[in-house]
Antibody, heavy 119, light 112 residues
């Protein structure tokens, strides 16, 4: 059974950092691209970043470029999102998602982890 | 960025009624591979999103066949032939053809 379990969320002050993790199981992690998608309270979904199977290619939405870093450790079956210089507008639930190569779809999603940026 | 526009914003339907959700993109979603990466997902209340349809019209095996997807280029539609109680939630279309990936604003399906 495919499972994606996020962790590392919490309350953080503006300007500080946080690192999210997504532990993957039930599939060969290194064969899949991965992504982070966020959802601000009562709002819709917003793509944050994507990473290729080997980690060599990364993509970001403009509002997080230079502040967030997506990475992965295929030996540990884990996806990460390093979030620096956090802003109040980064407050959201963050989901990790698996990207299936042939369908191009995010076919599995984690349960999400909440990040609150507030003083 | 590709803007995804979903209508209606909300739907209030009785069990057994049909549903139709429109999704329009500001650019063609036909990729250089010849595939159109337009997908639909459902977020039930209090849950994370779940897959429904990929590449416009292909249903995942666990998705009931009362769901269908259609469209091309910039105009797409999700249909439910007969709404059931388990279908309530927010439906999102999203495109995986262009970066940044973008989502529609969502359509909330409520039961009357």
């Amino acid at each position: 059974e495919v499972q994606l379990v996020e962790s590392g969320g919490g309350l953080v002050q503006p300007g500080r950092s946080l690192k999210l993790s997504c532990a993957a199981s039930g599939f060969t992690f290194s064969n899949y691209g991965m992504a982070w998608v966020c959802q601000a309270p009562t709002k819709g979904l917003e793509w944050v970043a994507s990473i290729s199977t080997g980690g060599g290619n990364t993509y970001y939405r403009d509002s997080v470029k230079g502040r967030f870093t997506i990475s992965r450790d295929n030996a540990k079956n884990t996806l990460y999102l390093q979030m620096d210089s956090l802003r109040s507008e980064d407050t959201a639930t963050y989901y990790c998602a698996r990207r299936e190569y042939y369908s191009g779809d995010f076919d599995y999603w984690g349960q999400g982890v909440m990040v609150t940026v507030s003083s | 960025d590709v803007v995804m526009t979903q209508t209606p914003v909300s739907l209030s339907l009785a069990i057994g009624q049909p549903a139709s959700i429109s999704c329009k993109s500001s650019q063609s979603l036909l990729g250089t591979s010849g595939k159109t990466f337009l997908n639909w997902i459902l977020q039930r209340p209090g849950q994370s999103p779940k897959r429904l349809i990929y590449q416009v019209s292909k249903l995942y095996s666990e998705v009931p066949d009362r769901f269908s997807g259609s469209g091309s280029e910039t105009e797409f539609t999700l249909k439910i032939s007969r709404v059931e109680a388990e279908d309530l939630g927010v439906y999102y279309c999203w495109q995986g053809t262009h970066f940044p990936r973008t989502f529609g604003g969502g359509t909330k399906l409520e039961l009357k």
